[in-house]
């Protein structure tokens, strides 16, 4: 078999949920077909040099870049405001010379399958003369969209109003001209079905690669510290460290005043890089490797207000045996009870409750520890995908054994 993915974000370093989950499906079905094409839109020139570094790691590899400035992007999105009644995020990955080279590689090569990673990239799959078409949707964008409208400020509350009308058509329409569309919760499965999806949905959940993520038991923990890990860029994550920080982390503060939040992730803004040092705050940024990190920290949290679909830093905490706090939005779509490796709590006095807990109980820490990682090794292990997604791209969604809807 010979697959295409359409990405509009280069897929390594595999850093961040979009990345993680793209670079983890081709390292599943890369031991399982002839070969695998990357076409992927690249903001910066010097992006070409990690194509390289990405197709080495696998044999079987080849992966194409095209240039899109982000000032064009955005001169695209200013254009699609009065132009076009697509969503603003289409518009914003708008490019020519991607079509075109999409379109010269189905020519030169006979793929027997394309995979289009979110929405955003579904109207150059669908130009596309390949038999078999599998759309990465992750999340259903309606929904998110729905959760971001009470928090949204000045310039992004009118942008994300402008959004929310024409995300909806566009991702219901995306689903009927696609084999197959994947989400990674049932939540989101359902409320595209709701809105009135008009091709097959299936649930294929994210998973944590355990052969990396193990448990190193002489990590020693560093007393009273908690992270949270994520992209900054993400309005999601932006928002839960603004929650954290403004309501939940001085209640902790006040009870436990050495207690260190460590904020880890690239691409933070300057309000948060200017929290580094006050209150306990120290701004990590971008690592090249989350794990020890995650290892130290008592704990983590999920102080999610927008979003959907299944956080991946709860899993990669959870698979060290690092318990999470988390809002419901947060720990929606895991398939774990409350207080397996996860304690929920939305207002913020009980969150940072919870936070105290696992900073204090030392008995309670690995209890939950040791059951979030039950959890993983049960349910979210990556290599568990693999024959679902192959089965999805040879177009025998029946044998896939997850459950669909046409």
């Known amino acids: 078999m010979k697959i295409l993915f359409l990405t509009p974000r280069l897929p390594y370093p595999p850093a961040g949920g979009d990345k993680v989950t793209v670079y983890s499906h081709i390292r599943l079905l890369s031991p399982c077909v002839e070969s695998i094409h990357v076409l992927s839109l690249i903001e910066h020139p010097g992006e070409t040099k990690l194509a390289r570094d990405f197709e080495a790691g696998f044999p079987n590899l080849t992966v194409d870049t095209v240039h899109l400035s982000r000032n064009r992007s955005r001169f695209n999105v200013a254009l699609g405001l009065a132009t076009s009644a697509l969503p603003l995020q289409v518009h914003y990955y708008q490019s020519r010379a991607f079509a075109r080279r999409a379109a010269e590689l189905a020519r030169e090569t006979a793929f027997d399958a394309c995979y289009a990673h979110l929405v955003r990239m579904a109207p150059y799959a669908g130009a596309l003369p390949i038999p078999v078409k599998i759309l990465c949707m992750t999340d259903c964008l309606t929904l998110r969209y729905e959760r971001s409208a009470p928090y949204a400020t000045?310039?992004?509350?009118?942008?994300?109003?402008?959004?929310?009308?024409?995300?909806?058509?566009?991702?219901?329409?995306?689903?009927?001209?696609?084999?197959?569309?994947?989400?990674?919760?049932?939540?989101?499965?359902?409320?595209?079905?709701?809105?009135?999806?008009?091709?097959?949905?299936?649930?294929?959940?994210?998973?944590?690669?355990?052969?990396?993520?193990?448990?190193?038991?002489?990590?020693?923990?560093?007393?009273?510290?908690?992270?949270?890990?994520?992209?900054?860029?993400?309005?999601?994550?932006?928002?839960?460290?603004?929650?954290?920080?403004?309501?939940?982390?001085?209640?902790?503060?006040?009870?436990?005043?050495?207690?260190?939040?460590?904020?880890?992730?690239?691409?933070?803004?300057?309000?948060?890089?200017?929290?580094?040092?006050?209150?306990?705050?120290?701004?990590?940024?971008?690592?090249?490797?989350?794990?020890?990190?995650?290892?130290?920290?008592?704990?983590?949290?999920?102080?999610?207000?927008?979003?959907?679909?299944?956080?991946?830093?709860?899993?990669?905490?959870l698979a060290l045996k690092t318990p999470v706090v988390s809002t419901r939005i947060g720990f929606e779509g895991l398939d774990a009870p409350e207080g397996d490796g996860v304690l929920v709590a939305d207002a913020p006095h009980e969150f940072a409750e919870h936070v105290l807990r696992f900073l204090t109980d030392p008995a309670e820490r690995e209890r939950q520890g040791a059951a979030g990682r039950r959890i993983i090794e049960e349910r979210y292990d990556w290599n568990t995908r693999a024959p679902v997604l192959y089965a999805l791209l040879t177009g025998d969604m029946p044998g896939a054994g997850v459950t669909t809807t046409s």
Not at 189 to 199: D, I, S
Not at 209 to 216: A, G, I, M, R
Not at 253 to 275: E, H, S, Y
């Open 154 to 317: 000045g310039i992004a509350r009118y942008v994300e109003r402008i959004e929310r009308k024409r995300i909806t058509p566009f991702e219901t329409g995306c689903t009927g001209q696609f084999n197959a569309s994947i989400v990674v919760t049932g939540v989101d499965r359902n409320r595209l079905l709701a809105l009135g999806a008009r091709g097959p949905v299936v649930v294929v959940p994210f998973g944590v690669d355990l052969s990396k993520f193990t448990v190193e038991t002489d990590t020693p923990r560093a007393p009273g510290t908690v992270a949270f890990l994520g992209n900054l860029h993400s309005a999601p994550n932006r928002d839960a460290v603004r929650y954290f920080v403004d309501q939940i982390w001085p209640r902790v503060r006040q009870r436990k005043p050495d207690a260190r939040f460590q904020i880890i992730g690239i691409n933070a803004p300057d309000w948060v890089t200017r929290l580094h040092g006050r209150d306990g705050v120290d701004v990590v940024g971008a690592v090249d490797d989350v794990r020890p990190f995650l290892r130290r920290a008592q704990c983590t949290v999920c102080p999610m207000r927008i979003g959907a679909g299944i956080q991946t830093k709860n899993l990669e905490s």
